[in-house]
């Protein structure tokens, strides 16, 4: 961590809305506030002499004063984590909660957070701030009701080479007269991507998933639902044209198809995030896909945008992903895979601290 001359920039929240506003602070300034802060000062001061108690285990003392800590993640990768002082420590739990961090859950929020901060008690702090948050509160958690069993797929060695392609809506509709959006979400990464429509014809079906290729390129199997739009003969015609084998989600289990649970998620963030910025759920959807992209995902120990792009750039700082981390392993069980997964993954950090999006 290079902070001798560097800059820290914070989300803070504005006095008069509800949008997030950039405070930043120097070296210098932070150090200082480390030596001030009630809850830090006690342990500054044992670290700087070097105490042998088995608590300091971890903390250190960079060369310029500045308390830091030393922790392996859940891939078993060093990082050197910041230490936050009392005062800035409701802007960090806002930046990894609020905003483009998406107001996901208590866990999504300590990944987020565990990869750059740290300070005493930081994971209960962080658990309570999503539990009392209004706007989650407001919202409600998603609903996600218990399925029934379904078999094993196999793994996807590459990523976009099949795709699963739905509509979501109707939504209030938006002043742009937007009131649907087609979604289309990589079955290898997870990675999502979303269009917003005026309606689900297959006009409007073919042109938003163009403009999903244009930025991800042809997949090689596209899977859909039984929808009108989707089996029509324009789309189907569109789809033979550029070579991509299309096949069809279960009519009896429809939840064969991960977008329906992308679809409730993504729904909720943009109540949420409608709370904060009005009711042109058009413009929030672009910070809703960034959180979906940015955040680890369950199924696979990474999130979608390490897995596409190998690196995932969030507005705290940026992780990246060695390509042997997600060689799909074939052979292997479901367990053994992930463990293998996580025993080759290579996570860097670089040491920028921004602020959300207002």
């Not at 866990?107 to 005493?120: I, N």
């Not at 940015?294 to 700082?317: D, Q």
């Not at 392993?329 to 993954?345: K, L």
Request: hydrophobic residues 35%.
């Amino acid at each position: 961590m290079e902070t001798e001359d560097e800059d820290f920039s914070f989300s803070a929240k504005e006095t008069d809305s509800n949008g997030l506003s950039l405070v930043k602070i120097d070296t210098k300034t932070l150090l200082r506030k480390q030596k001030e802060c009630a809850t830090l000062k006690d342990l500054v001061e044992k670290v700087s002499r070097k105490d042998p108690k088995e608590f300091l285990k971890g903390y250190k003392m960079l060369p310029n004063g500045l308390l830091v800590k030393q922790q392996t993640d859940k891939l078993g990768e060093q990082r050197q984590l910041l230490i936050i002082p009392e005062e800035y420590r409701e802007n960090i739990k806002a930046l990894c909660h609020e905003g483009t961090s998406g107001h996901l859950g208590v866990t999504k929020t300590k990944d987020a957070f565990a990869k750059y901060f740290y300070w005493p008690q930081c994971y209960k702090d962080l658990e309570e701030y999503v539990k009392t948050c209004d706007k989650c509160q407001r919202v409600g958690k998603v609903n996600e009701k218990k399925k029934a069993p379904m078999k094993l797929v196999p793994i996807i060695p590459e990523v976009f080479s099949k795709i699963n392609v739905d509509a979501c809506g109707p939504l209030p509709t938006t002043p742009k007269g937007k009131k649907y959006f087609i979604t289309a979400m990589c079955l290898a990464s997870k990675y999502p991507d979303a269009v917003p429509v005026e309606d689900i014809t297959s006009a409007s079906v073919v042109d938003a998933l163009m403009q999903i290729f244009s930025r991800l390129g042809f997949p090689k199997i596209i899977q859909i639902d039984q929808g009108r739009s989707f089996i029509s003969e324009l789309t189907q015609g569109f789809l033979q044209k550029f070579g991509v084998k299309v096949i069809h989600s279960s009519i009896y289990h429809p939840q064969s198809n991960p977008v329906e649970m992308f679809h409730r998620t993504v729904r909720r963030i943009l109540r949420v995030l409608c709370l904060e910025a009005g009711s042109d759920w058009e413009q929030a959807i672009y910070p809703a896909l960034f959180s979906l992209r940015t955040v680890v995902h369950e199924s696979t120990g990474f999130s979608p945008a390490e897995l596409f792009t190998m690196t995932s750039r969030t507005v705290y700082g940026t992780t990246k992903t060695t390509r042997n981390a997600v060689t799909p392993y074939a052979n292997m069980s479901p367990h053994e895979t992930s463990r293998q997964i996580e025993s080759s993954a290579n996570v860097e950090a670089d040491e920028r601290y921004l602020s959300v999006f207002k």
